[in-house]
């Protein structure tokens, strides 16, 4: 039995999800289908909050180990 772990997105990957979503956004408003358009900029705008969350995770392990090490 292996051991289960969870992996998370790198930001560079949010920030495409985010981008991808932005696109489809704009092909959606552009056939006319505002409520499709309006889900994914949804979309988008959660991508990059989940991005922010995750560079500060990242940044907060960082200045722990800094902190442990000094």
Not at 19 to 30: L, T
Not at 39 to 59: G, P, S
Request: charged share 35%; aromatic share 8%; hydrophobic share 30%.
């Amino acid at each position: 039995m292996g051991t289960d772990t969870m992996s998370y997105p790198t930001p560079d990957q949010l920030r495409a999800h985010a981008k991808h979503a932005r696109q489809m956004a704009g092909e959606y408003r552009a056939e006319g289908n505002h409520v499709m358009a309006d889900r994914r900029e949804a979309d988008a705008d959660f991508y990059e909050e989940i991005c922010a969350r995750e560079e500060w995770r990242i940044e907060c392990e960082r200045a722990e180990h800094h902190t442990e090490a000094a």
